[in-house]
């Protein structure tokens, strides 16, 4: 999914689901940065003090560098979390360890990893954690049936759009990138990739889009991402008022059927290709008040003046470097860019070393 998904539709829901404006814009910030964190390493202050941070993406590499796109410790806990078949813990799907792997939507993992999420909620960085969270699962419909990982179950064959725009939206690919589409899985990230936006790796995350293709088994899979993203949404709303609650276990309602009504249509008619004028076009209908809640004004930075980065750290410079020494201030540490890092590793650990092995499974 893209920013129209992850950043205003993510915001929309959080409304939904009882939020104010402000905790709402928090869990929204953060759920979109988890694309847009691809800087890792060291910052240091000028009076010695030292920040370590790590990345959830790598939009700047070459999608054809296999190498350092296989790093697990991205794409397993924030874009492909594995499944399990959709098996609770202790229990294996039918075939081989990769089939354990592939990405399903609303599987036990993706519960457990929202309670782990619910039993933090009081910390400084319970509201970022929950935007970490929820990008998982808005890309876990997006991603269904691929793996984070180098595989054959990625490959995909006979890729066609059912849109009105169907032939040239599939000539564009394949005068793009060829007709073979083996390594699919690195492709199918979307923003996360500096040719995401080339029309046969946006197949997944355009959410006005109804797709066919046959998978790694030569199975015919028809999806229809409006219907998808609906799901999505819905799933938040309930893991949104989940925390809020504090109880994990909630009977959560969701949305309500005229809200997933309003939702599917926005989806169904919001057919630009280009992310960016679709989240426009939210922050459009945001700022009208279009989604039963007061209008707002709506904005997102991921660098730069007005960014988390910025307002923690002091700079504008949109990239840093190693040898750079930044002006230490007290309220460094409870900065909205700090706390979404802290959130980081604590969901990062929280996937690898906690949830994922009650399933059996050691991928990162």
Not at 86 to 110: L, M
Not at 228 to 244: G, H, L, P, T
Request: glycine share 8%; net charge positive.
């Amino acid at each position: 999914m893209q920013i129209d998904f992850h950043h205003t539709a993510t915001y929309v829901t959080a409304r939904y689901a009882g939020f104010g404006h402000r905790q709402a814009d928090t869990v929204a910030y953060a759920a979109q940065y988890v694309d847009d964190a691809i800087n890792s390493g060291t910052l240091r202050f000028h009076n010695g003090a030292m920040y370590t941070h790590s990345s959830s993406a790598h939009k700047m590499l070459d999608y054809r560098n296999f190498e350092k796109l296989a790093n697990h410790h991205v794409w397993i806990p924030f874009h492909f979390l594995p499944g399990n078949g959709g098996k609770k813990a202790g229990e294996n799907p039918a075939g081989k360890f990769i089939d354990k792997i592939i990405c399903r939507p609303g599987s036990p993992i993706a519960r457990d990893m929202v309670r782990a999420c619910i039993e933090t909620r009081n910390k400084r960085y319970g509201l970022h954690r929950l935007g970490i969270t929820l990008h998982v699962p808005a890309d876990s419909w997006a991603h269904q049936g691929f793996a984070g990982v180098n595989s054959h179950v990625n490959d995909v064959r006979d890729l066609d759009d059912a849109n009105s725009s169907g032939p040239a939206f599939i000539t564009r690919m394949e005068q793009f990138f060829g007709t073979s589409f083996n390594k699919a899985a690195s492709s199918f990230v979307g923003d996360v990739m500096p040719l995401g936006h080339g029309a046969a790796l946006s197949c997944p995350d355009l959410p006005f889009l109804r797709w066919t293709y046959h998978d790694h088994t030569g199975r015919l899979v028809v999806r229809d991402n409006s219907v998808e993203f609906v799901s999505a949404a819905d799933a938040m709303c309930k893991a949104m008022q989940r925390f809020r609650s504090g109880d994990a276990d909630m009977d959560a309602p969701g949305l309500t059927h005229d809200t997933r009504s309003k939702l599917l249509a926005f989806f169904q008619n919001n057919r630009e290709e280009d992310k960016t004028h679709r989240h426009r076009e939210w922050l459009k209908q945001i700022q009208k008040g279009y989604f039963e809640f007061p209008p707002v004004k709506l904005s997102y930075r991921a660098r730069g003046a007005g960014s988390w980065k910025t307002m923690a750290l002091g700079t504008r410079k949109l990239w840093d470097k190693k040898p750079d020494l930044f002006q230490y201030d007290p309220s460094f540490l409870d900065s909205d860019w700090k706390l979404f890092h802290d959130a980081l590793l604590a969901h990062r650990f929280s996937i690898i070393r906690d949830i994922l092995p009650r399933y059996g499974i050691c991928a990162a």
